[in-house]
């Protein structure tokens, strides 16, 4: 055996075990009983223990030094091979145990301080996750010849800088400033009709609707299911998608777009390239690129007029209710400052998260301190959104990411909306009916092409690669800013 | 670390392996769509390897040797991690491997076989089937000091030998020859009302009752779950249960039955002593075990007429149907002779095991050839039973157990059957009502009983050793003939 046929091997093994805890996390989160929590907790540590054992295992170094990859792809896959070893083999284990037990505690602790609005009582333990993540990210940073920030921020997506992400959403901030303030004054001149108040949308119809609109955005149900869970997610692995939402009986636009959401995520799992199913190069190219085919199905597609009437059409006679174009756009289309990221419409998140991004870099160079972290937060929510928190579980205790010691995670969610965007101008070109296929509740044109630019690339492309693939140029926020025109400054 | 301390640090990690594994088997019977089969294959095969690779390292044979137990129930661990250590490394690997594929090979023909009644076609790979688990055997009993057979059964059930089981399944023989006829006379004279036919008995309340029988009966359902598969069977781990049935809206009491059957399973795994817990001492004592503990629920308390009466009641209730004793106890009290063992009544079942029992041991001593299985079938049958077969599909073909190169579990049926009512008897002297509490379709104070009795021993007893302890004396058929002829004969 070659020794690249060796390291093949010793990934598929890897990666059956992160199929089995994949699994075991999307039951823990839609099935499992309450009392089997802790020996799950111990079946998933036991599954991530020997993963990392094997990635970590030196022969996979002298295999990698040995391996002679006769195509581009092979050549691609070593090099996330590397990669994927080097990360799990150059920190000191204290380090990384040490950064585990801080996460575990600072996150607990967060939990109760936001429910309290008690910034003091976190400060500490997310001092420590903050000091432990920088120096995690200095020796990541050298090793890998990046920053370290670069560092934390490509191990959620490869092939984009902080400073190409930073100038990108620096630049929005100023379209925002200048566009937010007439898509409110267009917004306040319409009507604003609202849909048929409290429902009840029953849960079993929502659920109905909700597979039929995944199955036509071509979504295979004999390799995926979708159930429920407190926080929507999509799980499981490439062959076995399984896609969770959760039901609101008063609400059905909730559910709906939200498994919409995970549909987008799902295809791109299900497009993956099967030659290289189990391989580092067949997997999904990053959170990033993740987060722009979700937004396409669900922000650039679903939500546009053409759908949204089909989709108005599906919900009357599902719910037996009239339910309306106008309606629908007031409660899917609305533009609104507001506190919570995860409540934004999609011009406004972008705000959130450039705030993020900022603050995030800051904290780990050491600009910024802990201590100060809620004043700098007000103050950055207020230059860019004009509103400042009343308090700070409105404020910087919102998002569980750093108290759980995810540092370089945030840019993914704009690079992804503004991939889409740019993604969506890309097939428009090439496919000039796709809005009558919309309009009919058919994405298969769209996903189609996504399979073939984006899915079946897995991850041997890196994100501005895989764009410049895909649509002749790397990420450009005007097709974002385009659509945000189109859609709210019209 | 001690070497017992480092053994039992090493038995932990290969059954939490195992539990991820029942976990995700679990999943592929009630969850996983069609298109995730083959996946799961590969991350329950890799689970499988790797657990057996950690068993069959030489470090454990080293701990072994070295291993100084210092309480009779650490004493009891490390001889079962001796046996399971040398089941995991007396074979050699060519042997294994020939055996699975031979194994599978067997099966899919079988199941071809089985729907075209084609001995023939089925008679070589079974052959071959049989011919490597003599082999393997052979190896086994010597290594373990037993005959060929016993090394097989034991690995189902350990602590009773087929000699034992063989003396006391022939004196059964006897007395059904004299009991049957005269239980089909008395069955004759009575009349036999039916339930309500057809029902409906919609699935929802099937589900619901089902859910609070075995509720009642003790379950745990903040550990466990109910859900629907094609083969019901109690899965999981102690920690979290999951048992399945499958529902047929015509007949309610399929469901109920197979849903209380489970739930005597279930009680045994979650009631395992906590402090062996992913030790093999703190599971449970084998499959014999196991069975009674199903059968003690399922036959002996809840086919009982006090039981039976309340569960009358709750029906009547539950489908807005009349629903009576004398017809419950038409459908779930009828002796009959019949071809298929997992159709048969509690009378007769023996006898199918016995002579799956004695045509086994036969094809593996060599005494029978393949090619004779079913001429044998049929004649030992007829003996048995008095009725012959019409073809090998309701024959020989009909169990899918040696097929798939299981050999030596048969009798664990109805040492399991018989292990019942014994602990039954036992438990009825030492709790006088009883009876009183099954009539409110109570099972506490009898689970309660097993518990202590059984449950919580594991598997730090064999067969005999439980019952010896519950009981006072080894299996002693007495029991079980005194329950069929108080519940057929009288």
């Given at each position: 055996m070659t020794p690249y046929a060796r390291l093949e091997q010793k990934f598929a093994k890897i990666a059956c075990l992160n199929?089995?805890?994949?699994?075991?996390?999307?039951?823990?989160?839609a099935m499992m009983p309450d009392g089997g929590a802790e020996a799950r907790g111990e079946q998933l540590a036991t599954l991530a223990g020997l993963a990392h054992e094997f990635l970590a295992d030196p022969e996979i170094a002298a295999d990698l030094e040995a391996a002679t990859p006769q195509t581009d792809w092979q050549e691609a896959n070593v090099g996330l091979?590397?990669?994927?070893?080097?990360?799990?083999?150059?920190?000191?284990?204290?380090?990384v145990e040490a950064s585990v037990r801080a996460a575990r505690l600072c996150e607990t602790i967060w939990r109760q301080a936001r429910a309290e609005n008690d910034f003091a009582a976190v400060r500490a333990p997310l001092g420590e996750v903050v000091a432990l993540t920088r120096d995690s990210a200095g020796i990541l940073g050298e090793a890998l010849g990046m920053s370290p920030y670069d560092a934390l921020m490509s191990q959620y997506q490869r092939g984009v800088s902080a400073a190409e992400a930073g100038?990108?959403?620096?630049?929005?901030?100023?379209?925002?400033?200048?566009?937010?303030?007439?898509?409110?004054?267009l917004q306040a001149a319409r009507p604003q009709p609202e849909l048929p108040a409290g429902g009840p949308y029953p849960q079993d119809r929502q659920a109905a609707l909700a597979r039929d609109l995944a199955a036509a955005a071509g979504l295979d149900f004999s390799r995926a299911r979708l159930d429920i869970s407190a926080h929507p997610f999509c799980g499981g692995t490439a062959s076995d998608i399984r896609i969770t939402t959760r039901y609101d009986e008063t609400d059905a636009a909730s559910a709906l777009m939200g498994v919409l959401h995970e549909t987008g995520h799902a295809l791109y799992e299900q497009n993956l390239p099967t030659a290289f199913r189990r391989q580092p190069v067949g997997e999904a190219a990053g959170m990033a690129v993740h987060e722009s085919q979700s937004l396409i199905v669900e922000m650039q597609a679903v939500r546009g007029d053409a759908y949204l009437t089909h989709l108005a059409r599906l919900m009357s006679a599902a719910f037996n209710k009239p339910v309306g174009l106008p309606a629908l756009k007031?409660?899917?289309?609305?533009?609104?400052?507001?506190?919570?990221?995860?409540?934004?419409?999609?011009m406004t998140y972008p705000a959130h998260?450039?705030?993020?991004?900022?603050?995030?870099q800051a904290l780990l160079s050491g600009d910024l301190a802990v201590a100060d972290l809620p004043g700098a937060w007000n103050d950055g929510l207020t230059s860019l959104l004009g509103i400042t928190p009343p308090d700070d579980t409105q404020g910087c205790l919102q998002d569980i990411h750093w108290y759980d010691g995810a540092i370089g995670y945030f840019p993914s969610y704009t690079l992804g909306a503004m991939a889409a965007a740019q993604l969506m101008a890309a097939a428009r070109r090439e496919l000039p009916d796709l809005e009558r296929h919309f309009a009919q509740g058919d994405l298969s044109p769209l996903t189609g092409w996504l399979?073939?630019?984006?899915?079946?690339?897995?991850?041997?492309?890196?994100?501005?690669?895989?764009?410049?693939?895909?649509?002749?140029e790397t990420l450009n926020p005007d097709y974002f800013e385009a659509h945000l025109t189109a859609r709210y400054l019209t």
């Open positions: 199929e089995a805890a994949a699994m075991l996390s999307w039951d823990a989160a091979m590397r990669e994927a070893h080097l990360r799990a083999t150059a920190l000191p284990r204290d380090l100038a990108i959403f620096t630049r929005y901030a100023g379209f925002l400033r200048e566009a937010l303030p007439r898509a409110e004054a007031t409660r899917l289309r609305h533009v609104r400052r507001s506190f919570i990221r995860v409540e934004a419409d999609e998260v450039l705030l993020r991004f900022n603050l995030e399979a073939r630019h984006v899915h079946g690339l897995g991850a041997s492309l890196g994100f501005n690669e895989i764009l410049e693939n895909a649509t002749g």
